[in-house]
Structures are given as structure tokens and as C-alpha cells.
């Protein structure tokens, strides 16, 4: 994976979070979300945080894998010529981020966009200065980067997360957004058996950029 190109003149941007939305958990049931079985892989190694630690708990791994419809999501928005980004609430620096964008290369995501040959995070990721409690509603400011880089007015991007809370801040700070529950099955807040972005939630959000 890995081998799509950006679109040069971006129809739309889809935007996702990662964890819970691109990843499922590994307590995710396929009946609940929507599959005849949950992809078993690529593996996201150690993609769930040391901290806080009860999500480890939880799931009884620090492993992820690929959400319902996770690589079929990103693919999706390529093929329509929509460039793909990412705004999470990790910081900058640090192995779990690193880990995870090392797989979200594999998941599809075009080489080069999300990982420098350098190792940090490309210029489709937008993600936080320091670590902090409130960050997953201070995406905003990562989105509106996504959209400034890739010349995509609000009203033609999507984004996607399983934080209801993440949702609503992003759309008050950005008139026009459109926005999607990912990982519906949580009620909108972190669980262990969260299926990540499933097919419906995936053409609920991305059909509402295709109205404008």
C-alpha cells in the first residue's frame, strides 16, 4: 500500500483521526460493526498509547488494527479524487505517533504524505505542539492547515472521529465543516470494542461533501 499519489487538484479533503477511527480495537465485534470479520491486519504495533494505561487494560493489548472500513475509506476518497489527511490529538514527537504513521502507510495512505524519509510526521498530518488533556478538541487549528495546504474550502471536507466531543469543537471553529461519527457503536466516547470508521458512518460523511 502506500503507492497512490495526492491529487494534484484536490475535489475535497477527507480528514481522519486515527485511533478508533482508522483502527478498530481488539474487543470489536464484526456482527456489531458491520462485517463478516474484522480485518486482522497490516498490525498497528504498540499504536495504543502507554498512557493513559487502562486503554491497555481494556483491550488487553497495546495493539490496533485496521478499522471496518478503514482501507477501503482511504482508498475511496483517492480513487474521487479527494486528498486524504490526518489531525490527531498525539504530539508531534513520540514512538506512538511514529508507529502509527508507519502503518498508515501500509493502510494506503500515499508515501511520503504522512512520514518524511526523515521519520516525522508529512505534510498530511496535522497533529499537536505538546501533550495535553484538552487536545483532541484543539483540532481545529490541524484541519484548517490540511485545508490551507491542499486548497480545500470547508464545505468540500470531511472529517471523521470517534470523539463526539472532537466533532463538535472542529465544527464550531470551522463554519462549514462537515463532520462524521466514526466508531459509532462507543456513543461517541473511547471503548475496547470500538470497530473504527464502518462503511456506513464512511458514505454517511463523505456523501455530505458531494451536496456542494
Known amino acids: ?70 482501507q477501503e475509506a ?23 505517533l511514529k508507529a502509527r504513521l508507519q502503518w498508515l502507510e501500509k493502510m494506503g495512505f500515499p508515501k511520503g504524505s504522512v512520514m518524511t524519509p526523515m521519520g516525522t510526521p508529512g505534510p498530511a498530518v496535522g497533529c499537536q505542539a505538546h501533550s495535553a488533556p484538552g487536545n483532541k478538541l ?5 484541519i484548517l492547515s490540511l485545508m490551507h495546504h491542499f486548497k480545500v474550502p470547508a464545505k468540500r471536507t470531511v472529517f471523521f472521529d470517534d470523539s463526539r466531543s472532537a466533532l463538535l469543537a472542529a465544527q464550531k471553529a470551522i463554519p462549514g465543516l462537515n463532520i462524521q461519527q466514526a466508531s459509532s457503536n462507543c456513543k461517541g466516547e473511547w471503548c475496547p470494542s470500538a470497530c473504527g470508521l464502518t462503511r456506513a458512518e464512511f458514505h454517511k460523511g463523505f456523501s455530505k461533501t458531494r451536496h456542494h
Request: glycine share 12%; hydrophobic share 30%.
Open 74 to 96: 482511504i482508498k475511496q476518497c483517492l480513487d474521487h479524487g479527494y486528498a486524504v489527511g490526518l489531525a490527531t490529538a498525539r504530539t508531534c514527537q513520540g514512538d506512538t
Open 138 to 142: 484543539h483540532k481545529d487549528q490541524s
Open 1 to 70: 500500500m502506500g503507492r497512490l499519489t495526492q491529487p494534484a487538484n484536490p475535489k475535497g479533503l477527507c480528514v481522519f483521526d486515527i485511533d478508533a477511527t482508522l483502527t478498530s480495537h481488539a474487543k470489536a465485534d464484526a456482527k456489531v460493526c458491520g462485517v463478516p470479520e474484522m480485518p486482522k491486519g497490516p498490525v498497528c504495533t504498540s499504536c495504543i498509547g502507554r498512557k493513559p494505561g487502562w486503554k491497555a487494560e481494556m483491550t488487553g493489548t497495546r495493539n490496533s488494527f485496521p478499522a471496518a472500513y478503514g
